[in-house]
């Protein structure tokens, strides 16, 4: 009978072990409440919300220095171009002046010398 007591005392004492164990357990793991659920969505919700606020702000620095470099080189790009205009209608102007005065000096020489062209 011994044997029976000592199997039935174990028995029991798991059986006790076992319900304080679960006991804690669904104590530790029960769901939470309906207005800390609320409360936790609130709180992950906002997160997100400042997350997102951050990365729109980043992105939004970085396209204002981005348009701001592109603006840089469009005004650069514009000043080069500018002075290369400015060399090549120099360097027309020059050309056609020479050309007025290699013919103006030509026509007075030929006019001069025989008082008639070269073609006669």
Known sequence: M?????????FLAGFV????VGAAVALVLAPQ?????????T???????QAGERT????TETADAYAQRMGERVTQFGQEVE?????????GRQGSKRAEDNG?????????DAGSSPAD
């Open 2 to 10: 011994s044997d029976e007591d000592s199997e039935l005392g174990s």
């Open 43 to 49: 709180g992950k919700g906002q997160e997100m919300q």
């Open 83 to 91: 002075q290369q205009a400015r060399i090549v209608l120099d360097a």
């Open 33 to 41: 409440s309906g207005s800390e659920t609320r409360s936790q969505i």
């Open 56 to 59: 729109v702000a980043q992105a």
């Open 17 to 20: 072990i076992g319900g304080l």
């Open 104 to 112: 103006a000096s030509a026509s007075s020489g030929v006019e001069d």
